[in-house]
Structure formats: C-alpha cells, structure tokens
C-alpha cells in the first residue's frame, strides 16, 4: 500500500515540476510591461461580470478606474449600486438608454451613443487612467452607431501603461485583432431559457 501511494506521489511530483518548468518559462519569455487591451465577447453569460472582476482588482492595488456602460442604465444593477455608494473614486458614466430594442428609437439611441462616447474618449487619452472598462461597446459598432475606426484608432492611440476592457457579443474581426487577449463566453445553458426569472445579485 506505502508503495502505491509513494509511486502516485512520485508520479504526480513529476506531472507538477514538469508544469511548473513550462509555466516558468512562459513567463520568462513574457518581456513586455504594457497595458492591455481585452475584449470579452461571446453568447455567455459574465462578460460584465468579469470585466467588474478586473475592477475590483484594480481597485485593490490603487489604481484609477473609469467604467463607462453602454446600452444598460434603466434598470439599476448590482454593480453600479455597489460603485456608486462605495466606489465614489471611480469615474462612472452610463448610457442610460436601456436596450436598444426597448427604446426601439435610432435616431435617440445614436444621439445617446455619441454622447457616451464622448465621455469614455478623455478616459481612453488620460495616462492617468491605469483600466478603462467600456462595456458593451460592441453593440455600437454592431448597430453602426458609432465610428467603428474611430473606436479601433482611440483604443490603438491610448497611453501605454493603460488596460482596457471591452465586452459585448461580436465586435468584429478589425476590434479583434488590435486586441491582446479575446475571450469567448460560451452559452452552454442558461436559467432563462429554461423560464427562472433573472436573479437580483447573480444576473443584474
């Protein structure tokens, strides 16, 4: 019996230092210090999620942060609750037009559009601003509401140090591509589609 698990153990150290040279390495070859440019799209469920995870940790180690939220802003969710009653140093503007298939208005929606986009820009040129989180964003290049190579130029152009996070389905090849890291959140199952009603402190 001492045999076998000193055989497993002897197998699993090996598995692991094997891991740990590969991890090691990865790292060692990762020479550039920089901002980065994120883009979480996908069907799934928790790319805002996730992109508020980041903000969190960023706020952890003291850095400036600046949200701006597209498409969402009728309906108060969790998260802008929690930063505009405890986060007051985080710079925080939403569209505030709801879903674009609620307002059922273009013309509104692109007026809205540009205006919020005109608050995140200063963000995007402010060295100042170590993660700017644009959320949804994608949807405006999707509906064509805004510039789509006047969104690419403004993330490509930003100060070197700052991270930005885009999320939203879609985005595009061209937004694609200036990205550093893509994530794709996958729709495997979701409570809704089964009639569970969304839930305050999970879904908003």
């Known amino acids: 019996m001492t045999s076998e698990v ?30 980065v440019a994120v883009l979480l799209t996908g069907s799934g469920k928790g790319k805002t999620s996730s992109a508020f995870g980041m903000v969190m940790r960023a706020l952890g180690y ?12 009728v309906q108060l969710s969790g998260e802008e609750i929690y930063l505009r009653e405890h986060c007051p140093q985080v710079a925080f503007y939403q569209m505030g037009t709801g879903f674009t298939w609620d307002t059922q208005d273009r013309s509104g929606d692109i007026a809205a559009a540009r ?6 820009l200063p963000m ?27 969104i690419i130029d403004a993330i490509a152009q930003r100060p070197e140090n700052q991270s930005v996070v885009v999320t939203g389905r879609g985005g ?10 893509v994530s794709e959140i996958k729709d495997v199952k979701h409570a809704y589609k089964a ?4 839930r305050k402190g999970v879904d908003y």
């Open 6 to 35: 000193d055989s497993k153990q002897a197998k699993h150290k090996a598995a692991m230092q094997k891991q740990k040279a590969a991890v090691d390495a990865s790292i060692k070859a990762a020479e550039t210090e920089r901002g």
């Open 62 to 73: 003291g850095q400036r942060v600046g949200v701006v939220q597209f498409i969402k802003g």
């Open 115 to 120: 205006e919020t986009w005109a608050r995140a």
């Open 124 to 150: 995007l040129s402010d060295a100042s601003f170590d993660l700017v989180v644009l959320d949804e964003l994608t949807y405006m290049i999707a509906y064509d509401y805004l510039d789509e190579q006047e």
């Open 172 to 181: 595009g090849a061209a937004l694609q591509e200036i990205m550093d890291t």
């Open 195 to 198: 009639g569970i009603m969304a």
